[in-house]
């Protein structure tokens, strides 16, 4: 039978078919040769130019091996780079953009059998940063081309020089200020003296018809006036001198509550994470199956503020488990607790009782400035059991 025109139906289909992707398993590596179906995979397998290059691969394996992988590796690399810089992301992802090409090279062909492998490899290299969590493993491009580190050094460089002449100005600054303050004649200081009256039989008045008449008051009177108010102003001085003690403990006294209060703003303002290492914790995720569901942990260490390692309490095992997928533990009253978050963030309390209707507890603060006072109203979730 000929071959089809190249405008007919059959030939138009034919070419449609081989632009897709076609199955792994009818794939040559060696011959680079893709078969749409098991018939041609196996009319391809008993060809002789599949027999000769057969033939020249069993003379020396290892260089082809070689050679598949360095070019898997390099194309995997160069499209991690190009299409995700050094930004963090799923291996999965980029492999899959990876086989989209038709032309890419299969893993199958290389010393590499599976992906986790593959990326292992990557991360002891040094080529890139990897690290497992319960999702998969993640990869992160490290990139060390000259130019890109000339380039971070530069920006290091010039922005030391940009702090450099702040404080050069600053610096200045302070140095203006200071011949300011030198060259400068220093203030005379008031000088208060006692009040002694002349006469004690003279009296104190006040002549309120010197503006209309236009004549000016006696001189006794004038004197007395002057000290008259000489005399009210010392008598307040006095008063206020003679309480200094009581208007420093105010001072204090106010300074505190605007410290205590600033702190308080500080530690009211809620988080969304509240993993505390030393505490006791539920795992509720159903992915690790009925061997670790709804089973108590305690934390060993916290990672990046939301993932903590844990170990199981029963069975010994240790976990690296998302916040999410763990929940606070309740102990019976009397027990020590850990305040996980709120105003009163990481302070050990004794849980005095539970109100099962509004889902809170009552604790009584057991460190910090605060030890000895009894909060009530907070949230189950706002505390754990220490362990």
């Given at each position: 039978m000929g071959k089809a025109d190249f405008l007919s139906p059959k030939a138009?289909?034919?070419?449609?078919?081989?632009?897709?992707?076609?199955?792994?398993?009818?794939?040559?590596?060696?011959?680079?040769?893709?078969?749409?179906?098991?018939?041609?995979?196996?009319?391809?397998?008993?060809?002789?130019?599949?027999q000769r290059q057969l033939l020249l691969a069993s003379e020396?394996?290892?260089?082809?091996?070689?050679?598949?992988?360095?070019?898997?590796?390099?194309d995997f690399l160069e499209l991690l780079r190009r299409r995700f810089g050094t930004?963090?992301?799923?291996?999965?992802?980029?492999?899959?953009?990876?086989?989209?090409?038709?032309?890419?090279i299969h893993m199958n062909s290389?010393?590499?059998?599976?992906?986790?492998?593959?990326?292992?490899?990557?991360?002891?290299?040094?080529?890139?940063?990897?690290?497992?969590?319960?999702?998969?493993?993640?990869?992160?491009?490290?990139?060390?081309?000259?130019?890109?580190?000339?380039r971070q050094e530069e920006q290091e460089k010039k922005k030391k020089q940009d702090l450099d002449d702040e404080e050069r100005s600053a610096?200045?600054?302070?140095?203006?200020?200071?011949?300011?303050?030198t060259g400068k004649e220093p203030e005379e200081a008031p000088v208060f003296t006692e009040l002694k009256r002349e006469n004690e039989e003279e009296r104190v008045a006040f002549n309120l018809a010197t503006c209309s008449s236009g004549a000016g008051p006696s001189k006794p009177s004038t004197v007395l006036g002057l000290s008259a108010l000489k005399a009210g102003a010392s008598s307040k001085r006095k008063e206020i001198s003679s309480h200094p003690e009581s208007k420093e403990k105010k001072k204090k006294s106010a300074l505190?509550?605007?410290i205590e209060m600033e702190e308080q703003k500080k530690q009211s303002v809620r988080t969304d994470y509240w993993l505390q290492p030393d505490i006791v914790v539920k795992i509720v995720t159903k992915r690790l199956g009925e061997k670790y569901h709804k089973k108590k942990a305690v934390i060993k260490e916290v990672r990046d503020k939301y993932t903590a390692v844990v170990r199981v309490i029963s069975s010994g095992d240790k976990l690296?488990?998302?916040?999410?997928?763990?929940?606070?533990?309740?102990?019976?009253?009397?027990?020590?607790?850990?305040?996980?978050?709120?105003?009163?963030?990481q302070t050990e309390a004794m849980l005095d009782g539970i109100d099962e209707k509004n889902f809170c507890a009552t604790l009584t603060l057991d460190s910090g400035?605060?030890?000895?006072?009894?909060?009530?109203?907070?949230?189950?979730?706002?505390?754990?059991?220490l362990a």
């Open positions: 138009i289909s034919n070419r449609i078919k081989a632009k897709g992707l076609q199955k792994l398993r009818w794939y040559c590596q060696m011959c680079q040769k893709q078969c749409r179906d098991e018939n041609g995979f196996k009319c391809h397998c008993m060809s002789e130019s599949h020396n394996p290892n260089q082809f091996m070689d050679y598949f992988s360095e070019e898997f590796k390099g930004k963090r992301v799923h291996n999965n992802i980029v492999y899959n953009e990876y086989i989209s090409d038709r032309e890419h290389t010393q590499w059998e599976t992906l986790t492998d593959f990326t292992k490899w990557l991360g002891k290299e040094g080529f890139c940063k990897v690290d497992e969590t319960p999702k998969g493993w993640y990869i992160q491009y490290i990139d060390r081309d000259p130019e890109t580190i000339r610096k200045f600054i302070e140095d203006q200020v200071r011949r300011g303050l505190d509550e605007i690296k488990l998302d916040q999410s997928h763990l929940e606070t533990v309740i102990p019976a009253p009397g027990k020590r607790v850990l305040i996980l978050n709120g105003q009163y963030r400035r605060m030890k000895g006072k009894t909060v009530a109203g907070i949230a189950y979730e706002d505390f754990s059991k």
